[in-house]
Structures are given as structure tokens and as C-alpha cells.
Nanobody, 122 residues
Framework: QVQLVESGGGLVQAGGSLRLNCATS????????MGWYRQAPGKQRELVAA???????NYAASVKGRFTISRDNAKNTVYLQMNSLKPEDTAVYYCNAAQLLIQLERGGMDYWGKGTLVTVSS
């Protein structure tokens, strides 16, 4: 069973930055794709950014140009650099990992960490 541990969240003012980290372990398959999701109160979880082992990236329109996803393949760790944060970025952020990018685009695999809370004040 894959374990996911997210960290790096916190309280920041609008316009500020945060860097999220996600470490994975316990995978019995090759992790090709990793991604970050977020879930705001009363809303569905949405895919924010994804990256493949080859470096292909995909971003939600709402974060494109502000967020950057990166990964360390050797460590199966994924990062999310968030700049120019807005109050609407407030959410619990989760990471996920899969063999195929489409699995992340379809909502992610059925294992999740506890997430890390990002709160952006206006």
C-alpha cells in the first residue's frame, strides 16, 4: 500500500508563497505520475498540478503561471511551489501517485495522505 505524507502548509498573506512537499513510500509499482490536489470547504477535490517521471507537467487553469510542480524521481518525492497566493487557494492540499497520468486526471488512486492545510488571508 502506498503511503503519502504531505507537509509545508500554513497561513500566509495574499501574494505570499509556500512550498509543499510530499514523500511517498510502499509502492509496489513504478510511480510514473505524481500530482497535487486540493479540496476547499464545501467543494470537490480538484487536480491542481501533475508531473510525469519524464518531466511533463499539467496545471489547472486557476494556478497556471503561479504554481510550479517538480519532483525528485530517486526519492519519489513531489513538490509544489506556490507563488502569488490568493484567498481562493485556501484548501487542504493532497498528493497522489499513479502509473499513468490519466489515472490522476480521473481523480487519483484510492489512497490518500492526511493532506496539508493552506490558508491564504486577504
Amino acid at each position: 500500500q502506498v503511503q503519502l505524507v504531505e507537509s509545508g502548509g500554513g497561513l500566509v498573506q495574499a501574494g505570499g508563497s509556500l512550498r509543499l512537499n510530499c514523500a511517498t513510500s510502499g509502492s509496489s509499482f513504478s510511480i510514473n505520475s505524481m500530482g497535487w490536489y486540493r479540496q476547499a470547504p464545501g467543494k470537490q477535490r480538484e487536480l491542481v498540478a501533475a508531473i510525469t517521471s519524464g518531466g511533463y507537467t499539467n496545471y489547472a487553469a486557476s494556478v497556471k503561471g503561479r504554481f510550479t510542480i517538480s519532483r525528485d524521481n530517486a526519492k519519489n518525492t513531489v513538490y509544489l511551489q506556490m507563488n502569488s497566493l490568493k484567498p481562493e487557494d485556501t484548501a487542504v492540499y493532497y498528493c497522489n501517485a499513479a502509473q499513468l497520468l490519466i489515472q490522476l486526471e480521473r481523480g487519483g488512486m484510492d489512497y490518500w495522505g492526511k493532506g496539508t492545510l493552506v490558508t491564504v488571508s486577504s
